[in-house]
């Protein structure tokens, strides 16, 4: 299927429009100011979408939805089609830890890296903690592109792993440095970077948040109609605007008749989105204190966070560790093993409540537990191989 896709335009001003091509990294060049740097999004030829689109049968891979889609120029790895849980309270977990990389970023990384290949780029840049890299590098792998990540010393284990794996070029230097040398990467290497490459606010790849916009529709079609709220484990809000503008398509193509609150949940060790929509500003840096949260833990927003929130009538929450992690242990004991980010979205959902009563609650789960730095330090003490130590532990076990 032929993508749709017509151009990018300001978020800040949506009559402001760019050709498609090639992709603006680093915001609108009309609508952005020495202060604050505005996303680009992406139009459609929305009347020229197959009447059967969402009729379709379920299928692995964003190419089922390529009409909604930039071009898909790079072959995929099956991402997409993850499944919603329900829990016992009704409330359904859509799990992104069974993607090819164990996370959402597989979906924005396939829109991205295509975009990079399609455009002819030399290579595939990206800064990341942690999942955002390993897929990157996966998908850059899959359309034989060099990839340079830049990350942290302390990664998770798995990600390192992963980068090892892909053959991706691993480069830790001090945080104030990354940015600029990226920049550099992208001008004079001919990389394209799928992160963001801005000081003032965070822009990313106007391509790559249409990958988010799937989890919509996977959610509508699995539930047979849109939820009454979807809560979002948010850094810097590319998911949640993605899955918010997905939402909004469903209503413009006539699938559902209404937009889900979007809300996002932010780690209280940061916030900026909360930040934002308290004081009105459409980009807000604060100070990052110390959490297990790390792939989360952002000190700037992107303007597309505010615009999901305002346009769908949600709101920007903040989440303690503490939160977190009985939101992680509650999962876990269904069945469902996430990194503490993860579980952000649910933690959101508990902590704030009420529950809404017009309709069904969405909670995104972002990746698997195996991305965590701290599952590489549980360390189990030997246990000694006679009966009565094995049903000593077991019995431990049954009363915990």
């Known amino acids: 299927m032929t993508s749709l896709a017509t151009a990018q335009r300001s978020l800040a001003d949506p009559s402001v429009r760019h050709p498609l091509w090639p992709p603006l990294t680093r915001g609108c060049p009309v609508t952005s100011t020495d202060e604050v740097a505005y996303p680009l999004d992406i139009d459609y030829a929305y009347d020229e979408v197959p009447a059967d689109l969402f009729s379709r049968p379920a299928a692995h891979g964003l190419e089922r939805w390529a009409p909604l889609l930039p071009p898909l120029a790079a072959r995929g790895l099956g991402e997409g089609n993850t499944p919603l849980v329900e829990l016992p309270d009704g409330v359904w977990i859509k799990d992104e830890s069974r993607n090819p990389t164990w996370s959402h970023k597989d979906r924005l990384n396939r829109v991205a890296v295509s975009a990079a290949f399609a455009s002819g780029a030399r290579g595939i840049v990206v800064s990341s903690s942690g999942n955002h890299g390993a897929a990157a590098a996966a998908y850059a792998a899959r359309a034989g592109l060099p990839c340079a990540v830049f990350t942290s010393p302390d990664a998770p284990p798995a990600v390192a792993s992963h980068l090892r794996a892909y053959g991706a070029t691993v480069l830790t230097v001090p945080y104030e440095s990354v940015r600029p040398l990226m920049r550099r990467i992208v001008d004079e290497l001919g990389f394209q970077s799928v992160s963001s490459v801005t000081d003032t606010g965070h822009t990313g790849h106007p391509f790559g948040p249409e990958g988010y916009k799937t989890l919509a529709y996977e959610i509508a079609l699995g539930l047979g109609r849109a939820p009454a709220a979807v809560h979002l484990p948010t850094g810097y809000g590319e998911l949640l605007f993605g899955v918010a503008k997905g939402f909004q398509e469903l209503v413009r193509l006539g699938i559902t008749d209404s937009v889900p609150r979007v809300y996002a949940a932010e780690p209280a060790a940061a916030g900026a989105l909360t930040e934002a929509l308290r004081t ?37 929450r903040t989440v303690t560790d503490t939160h977190m992690e009985a939101a992680r242990g509650e999962l876990a004991a269904q069945g469902l093993w996430c990194e503490t980010s993860s579980a952000a979205g649910l933690a959101g959902l508990r902590a704030h ?26 360390v189990y003490a030997p246990t000694a191989p006679d009966w009565p130590s094995i049903v000593s532990a077991l019995t431990r076990a049954d009363a915990g």
Not at 353 to 378: N, W
Request: proline share 8%; with cysteine; net charge positive.
């Open 280 to 316: 009105g500003r459409p980009v807000a840096r604060v100070p990052v204190g110390p959490t297990t949260a790390y792939a989360i833990d952002c000190e700037v927003n992107s303007y597309r966070g505010v615009r999901a929130v305002r346009d769908s009538g949600g709101a920007a």
């Open 353 to 378: 409540g009420p529950r809404e009563d017009d309709g069904p609650v969405v909670c995104v789960v972002t990746s698997s537990g195996y991305k965590d730095i701290a599952t590489a330090r549980q």
